[in-house]
């Protein structure tokens, strides 16, 4: 079955500082992967989506790569600021209507 | 507020009683999806909804779980003879089927414990 492994252990890096969080996958590849973000006590909220045809997508701080050799994504936050302190998952479709999720990596950026 | 809105936010219930979860996703949105999360954890699919039509459900998902979306609108949860491992926060979400939407729109979740 499809599995998705992300940083278990939490992320800690100094305000200014690119935060990079990985997700890795097994079986095969999926057509798109999605980011989300998640604080405590709240639903994930979407970030990006970036397809397996694309090697990298980007929207103001972030920045999602695909590497479909690898069965990676990279997620990146340049110029971190304490706000961006959340989970932040990594999900895909596994073909049919199903989403899975990774178990989320913590960030937390020091001020 | 035209999020996804789901009641109760919290549930608090003893083992072996029934319980049942609402979901009103956005209003234009055809795709509908519960997932289960625990401490620690990802959201973990629970069933899809296309419109009124339940296309999937997880193999995890016991004979104790039923979800219902009549209509295509609202969509309602229900764990029957509730189990202490029940106890997780239950997520809706839902998205729209077209062109390059494939983004799904989170609920807040309903907190259920189960003692």
């Known amino acids: 079955s499809q599995k998705i492994e992300q940083n278990s252990e939490a992320l800690n890096i100094q305000e200014g500082k690119t935060a990079t969080l990985t997700c890795n996958y097994t079986n095969y590849s999926p057509a798109y992967l999605q980011w989300y973000r998640q604080d405590p006590g709240r639903g994930p909220v979407f970030l990006l989506l970036?397809?397996?045809?694309?090697k990298e997508k980007r929207k103001e701080r972030l920045k999602v790569t695909f590497d479909t050799t690898l069965k990676q994504s990279l997620f990146h936050i340049t110029a971190s600021q304490p706000a961006d302190s959340a989970t932040y998952l990594c999900a895909l479709e596994t073909g049919g209507f199903k989403t899975i999720f990774g178990a989320g990596t913590r960030l937390f950026v020091k001020a | 507020d035209t999020g996804v809105s789901q009641n109760p936010r919290h549930k608090i219930t003893k083992r072996g009683q029934n319980v049942t979860f609402r979901c009103d996703p956005i209003?234009?949105?055809?795709?509908l999806y519960w997932y289960r999360q625990t401490l620690g954890q990802g959201p973990e699919f629970l069933t899809y909804?296309?419109?009124?039509?339940?296309?999937?459900k997880s193999r995890l998902l016991s004979d104790r779980f039923s979800a219902e979306r009549p209509k295509g609108s609202f969509s309602t949860l229900e764990i029957q003879r509730t189990e202490q491992g029940d106890s997780a926060m239950y997520l809706c979400a839902s998205s729209y089927r077209g062109p390059g939407a494939y983004e799904q729109y989170f609920g807040p979740g309903t907190r259920l414990t189960v003692t």
């Open positions: 970036i397809r397996e045809n694309e």
């Open positions: 909804f296309q419109n009124e039509a339940q296309l999937e």
């Open positions: 209003s234009e949105h055809n795709r």
